[in-house]
């Protein structure tokens, strides 16, 4: 057993950015609980209730005057939805879009896959218009670091269900690199359940930005159906 713990401390250490199960946060409130407390939170922040609908909060966020909606699941917080509250043409969207990309890449609460910056010559309302392509970025809020102990017992659980006590004390290199990959998916497991993502969205000609802050613990997996 001696091999397993070694291979189970550097998995340990090699995800050492993840944590025990812990939800997405809006400007530091957890998405969690029910839709009323999160609404008078949200108005702590400085947000106010919309004339039309006291269900929709109002105010600024990063700089723009944005529309907040909340979504629940089982009466349950699920989603912070914002919308840009000032429509603007496609040359100025390219270049918020852009922008918020390039926020989210330089904070290091965050963590991206891929690179979502659209070319400055594309025609994004043609490529909207005529070829309904979406243009969506997504990232991911790293979980707070907490416990490295239960991260051990988790990922040592998932090896043992694959392996025996006696293949791992003296594993193959398949073996070491199948430990490895099963150490990382369990990270992207954890990251998975706190996106942060954004889309471009239209209205007769207009550009808005989207916002979506999801807590995926709390999102409809089927079990109502």
């Given at each position: 057993m001696k091999k397993i713990v070694f291979f189970i401390v550097l998995l340990t250490i090699t995800i050492s950015t993840f944590a025990q199960k812990d939800v997405t946060k809006f400007m530091g409130i957890p998405i969690d609980g029910f839709k009323p407390e999160m609404i008078k939170k949200l108005k702590e922040k400085g947000f106010v209730s919309s004339t039309t609908d006291k269900?929709?909060?109002?105010?600024?966020f990063n700089g723009t005057q944005v529309n907040v909606h909340v979504a629940t699941n089982n009466n349950k917080v699920c989603?912070?939805?914002?919308?840009?509250?000032?429509?603007m043409d496609e040359t100025d969207i390219?270049?918020?879009?852009?922008?918020?990309?390039?926020?989210?890449?330089?904070n290091s609460k965050y963590t991206s896959l891929d690179d979502y910056t659209?070319?400055?010559?594309?025609?994004?309302?043609y490529e909207m218009g005529v070829k309904s392509k979406?243009?969506?970025?997504?990232?991911y809020q790293n979980p707070v670091i907490t416990d490295s102990l239960a991260i051990a017992n988790d990922i040592k659980e998932i090896i043992l269900q694959k392996y025996s006590e006696k293949e791992l004390e003296n594993p193959t290199d398949d073996v070491k690199t199948d430990i490895t990959k099963m150490g990382l998916s369990y990270a992207m497991?954890?990251?998975?359940?706190?996106?942060?993502?954004f889309m471009i969205s239209e209205f007769?000609?207009?550009?808005?930005?989207t916002m979506f802050y999801d807590n995926e613990y709390n999102r409809a997996n089927g079990e109502d159906l």
């Open positions: 269900d929709i909060l109002e105010g600024e989603r912070i939805m914002l919308c840009d509250a000032h429509q390219k270049i918020r879009f852009n922008k918020l990309c390039q926020q989210f890449k330089n659209i070319p400055e010559d594309e025609d994004i309302s979406r243009y969506e970025a997504l990232f497991d954890l990251m998975s359940k706190k996106p942060v993502w007769y000609g207009k550009y808005y930005i």
